[in-house]
């Protein structure tokens, strides 16, 4: 770094991002993932004119909202309302503005008679609601939130949430670093994958959050490949490749492919797989999960005391899985492992996100809500 | 379509903050007086402690030296004038060469122009003087001392002050993120700086032939004319005056251009 001329001693440079090139259209909400260090937060000061880039140019229309950390700007001596008025200042708004928000605020934060009190009183929970409305008082045209949602319970989760999805419908653009595969999915449209200052995938949050998850269990030797499904979905297959899946499929009662299947009716999932060199062990392992990549369940052969002792290269395996599906209406899919052990982070052979879908349909049994099914017996006196 | 990085600059920006700006004045004040019975007292406690503590041991030694004065109190009144312009100056200086290391969490999370911040602090310090500034001419009062209407110069002189402080305070702060050092050269500076001013001594007392290494100090500018309007009933000197806002202006600019040079590389740094 030289300085006005002055050459001052610079701490090794580094480039902490380079090639990021993206687009966000008004009313749209991108997530961005990432490990520690993948320079997601540099971006995000980047974005919020914080920091600018040393190379490139960012170009945004509006007013831009930063949550990089709740409470910033909050001193504990003062009141609710006199942080208030502080910290909107601190966003450039004036006193008329931030009275003319006040109700806002008060109904968001839910604090009562604490809001003239100092918020060194108040609990975190309190803070954050506090924090959270001020932030949020006025409607930015590009919101962006740092993993401040991860924190809190899950009413103010679920408030905040709510407020985002009020500010999108309005075409609030909204940016959001996670790794919530949850808030991900319901709030963003699309998700952006850094990897040591590279951007490596733009996709869908399902085909990102797969792929980072992939990432981060990666290790030495292993490779990553991502296949296209008819649905558009994509389909992360991770791992070093000793042994591999050669079919996989869900079978009904009748050994026919199942790919809708009645609640409550017992299939059957083959799994044939091939270690391709000798191996100390070989497992399998299966998770169902629904739309949204949450698993309803999940165990391997090592649970069971099944593990498939040094197999040789070439030799083969074909599982048979039997089950009754308990679940409720909707579509599921089926995640497949092959591994040393218990856990595919002792040795993953290959990891299957997306190998198998299906749809679970309501035929013979009363109706019902919720994603699983639990035959309850009923019975009512009078 | 504006770049961001054009939004964090420009005076126009600074002036949308002039809530925060006020609003943040405010708040320091209460954040110094919540929790404390005396409350605002303290902003005055320790500078007339100080005079008193000076009136008292130098007193004997310096009466006779104050021409031209007619009060036995002469010399009280003499170091009230000119802690009244010392004050300032170093409150200002000191909070200002830390000021973006203190602030280092806000900047690093917040986008808000930062210009704002040495204006908190000029804001917060004429404050705190115009406190000292009414105490002070109480003081005057109860001493006898009526000071003529050169004294309706003061304003102008204080702005010169604080314009002053305010641009040598921005220039070492914007170094001291980069280079440590400065923040205690300052402090070791300041302590000079007091010797080196006729604060408690008159300028009569330096021997003829050395006088113009006083005469060098652009302090010695500011508190000359502090005492030509309060104590001596005189107008200011206007060399002096416009020596010391040409001064300040020079210094001002350099800082904001300092300012915006390190843009990057702070934020890098902090």
Request: glycine fraction near 6%; hydrophobic fraction near 50%; include cysteine.
């Given at each position: 770094m030289r300085w006005f001329g002055l050459p001052i001693p610079a701490p090794d440079e580094r480039w902490v991002l380079s090639d990021i090139s993206f687009r966000v259209d008004p009313g749209e909400a991108i997530g961005i993932a990432g490990r520690n260090g993948a320079g997601k937060s540099t971006l995000l000061k980047m974005i919020a004119g914080i920091t600018r880039p040393s190379a490139g140019r960012i170009a945004l229309s509006g007013r831009v909202a930063a949550i990089l950390e709740l409470g910033m700007g909050f001193s504990g001596e003062l009141t609710g309302r006199q942080n208030t008025f502080h910290a909107a200042g601190?966003?450039?708004?004036?006193?008329?503005?931030?009275?003319?928000?006040?109700?806002?605020?008060?109904?968001?934060?839910?604090?009562?008679?604490?809001?003239?009190?100092?918020?060194?009183?108040?609990?975190?929970?309190?803070?954050?609601?506090?924090?959270?409305?001020?932030?949020?008082a006025f409607r930015p045209d590009i919101l962006i939130v740092d993993e401040a949602l991860a924190v809190g319970d899950?009413?103010?989760?679920?408030?905040?949430?709510?407020?985002?999805r009020r500010f999108q419908a309005k075409g609030t653009s909204l940016i959001l670093v996670s790794h919530d595969k949850v808030a991900l999915?319901?709030?963003?449209?699309?998700?952006?994958?850094?990897?040591?200052?590279?951007?490596v995938r733009d996709g869908t949050p399902e085909a990102v959050l797969d792929y980072y998850n992939a990432l981060i269990a990666q290790k030495k030797?292993?490779?990553?490949?991502?296949?296209?499904?008819?649905?558009?979905?994509?389909?992360?297959?991770?791992?070093?490749?000793?042994?591999?899946?050669?079919?996989?499929?869900?079978?009904?009662?009748?050994?026919?492919?199942?790919?809708?299947?009645?609640?409550?009716?017992?299939?059957?999932?083959?799994?044939?797989?091939?270690?391709?060199?000798?191996?100390?062990?070989?497992?399998?392992?299966?998770?169902?999960?629904?739309?949204?990549?949450?698993?309803?369940?999940?165990?391997?052969?090592?649970?069971?005391g099944q593990v498939i002792e040094a197999p040789q290269a070439g030799d083969t395996a074909t599982f048979r899985i039997t089950f009754p599906v308990m679940l409720g209406p909707g579509t599921y899919s089926?995640?497949?492992?092959?591994?040393?052990?218990?856990?595919?982070?002792?040795?993953?052979?290959?990891?299957?996100?997306?190998?198998?879908?299906?749809?679970?349909?309501?035929?013979?049994?009363?109706?019902?809500?919720?994603?699983?099914?639990?035959?309850?017996?009923?019975?009512?006196?009078? | 379509m504006i770049p961001a990085m054009r939004q964090s600059f420009g005076l126009r920006r600074t002036w949308a903050y002039r809530y925060f700006v006020l609003s943040s004045?405010?708040?320091?004040?209460?954040?110094?007086?919540?929790?404390?019975?005396?409350?605002?007292?303290?902003?005055?406690?320790?500078?007339?402690?100080?005079?008193?503590?000076?009136?008292?041991?130098?007193?004997?030694?310096?009466?006779?030296?104050?021409?031209?004065?007619d009060n036995r109190f002469a010399y009280a009144i003499y170091l009230l004038a000119g802690f009244l312009a010392w004050y300032p100056f170093t409150e200002i200086v000191t909070r200002?060469?830390?000021?973006?290391?203190?602030?280092?969490?806000?900047?690093?999370?917040?986008?808000?122009?930062?210009?704002?911040?040495?204006?908190?602090?000029?804001?917060?310090?004429?404050?705190?003087?115009?406190?000292?500034?009414?105490?002070?001419?109480?003081?005057?009062?109860?001493?006898?001392?009526?000071?003529?209407w050169q004294a309706l110069w003061l304003p102008v002189l204080l702005l010169a002050n604080l314009a002053l402080a305010g641009g040598f305070g921005l220039c070492c702060g914007v170094l001291n993120v980069f280079i440590r050092d400065v923040g205690q050269l300052v402090q070791i500076g300041l302590q000079f700086g007091f010797w080196l001013?006729?604060?408690?001594?008159?300028?009569?007392?330096?021997?003829?032939?050395?006088?113009?290494?006083?005469?060098?100090?652009?302090?010695?500018?500011?508190?000359?004319?502090?005492?030509?309007?309060?104590?001596?009933?005189?107008?200011?000197?206007?060399?002096?005056?416009?020596?010391?806002?040409?001064?300040?202006?020079?210094?001002?600019?350099?800082?904001?251009?300092?300012?915006?040079?390190?843009?990057?590389?702070m934020m890098d740094t902090l």
């Open positions: 601190m966003m450039g708004f004036n006193q008329s503005e931030i009275e003319g928000a006040l109700e806002d605020i008060t109904g968001f934060a839910e604090l009562g008679a604490f809001f003239d009190q100092p918020i060194r009183t108040y609990s975190s929970g309190m803070q954050m609601r506090l924090a959270f409305a001020v932030a949020t899950a009413y103010f989760q679920h408030k905040s949430m709510e407020r985002i999915q319901s709030l963003c449209t699309r998700a952006i994958l850094l990897d040591n200052g590279q951007m030797g292993e490779t990553i490949t991502t296949e296209t499904l008819e649905d558009g979905r994509m389909r992360t297959i991770s791992g070093t490749r000793q042994a591999v899946i050669e079919h996989a499929a869900l079978e009904d009662a009748a050994s026919k492919p199942a790919d809708t299947v009645a609640v409550g009716a017992t299939v059957t999932l083959v799994v044939k797989a091939r270690a391709v060199e000798a191996l100390p062990s070989l497992v399998l392992g299966y998770a169902i999960k629904d739309r949204l990549g949450q698993t309803f369940f999940g165990t391997n052969t090592a649970f069971s089926i995640a497949l492992a092959l591994s040393a052990g218990e856990s595919h982070l002792d040795a993953n052979y290959e990891w299957r996100d997306l190998a198998l879908m299906f749809d679970v349909v309501n035929l013979d049994k009363p109706a019902f809500d919720g994603k699983m099914f639990m035959p309850p017996v009923i019975t009512v006196e009078r | 004045i405010a708040t320091e004040l209460r954040l110094r007086v919540v929790g404390s019975r005396l409350g605002l007292v303290w902003l005055v406690v320790s500078p007339l402690l100080q005079v008193a503590m000076y009136a008292l041991v130098l007193s004997t030694v310096m009466r006779s030296r104050l021409p031209g004065v200002c060469v830390t000021l973006f290391l203190d602030n280092a969490n806000a900047l690093k999370k917040i986008a808000f122009p930062r210009t704002v911040l040495p204006l908190i602090v000029l804001g917060s310090a004429a404050f705190n003087n115009c406190v000292m500034i009414a105490v002070t001419a109480a003081a005057f009062l109860l001493m006898g001392h009526v000071p003529s001013t006729p604060i408690v001594y008159v300028i009569d007392i330096i021997p003829a032939s050395y006088r113009w290494v006083i005469g060098l100090n652009p302090m010695f500018w500011v508190l000359d004319n502090y005492h030509r309007v309060l104590v001596y009933d005189q107008p200011p000197d206007f060399g002096k005056l416009a020596a010391v806002v040409a001064l300040a202006l020079v210094l001002l600019l350099l800082g904001r251009f300092m300012l915006r040079q390190s843009q990057a590389e």
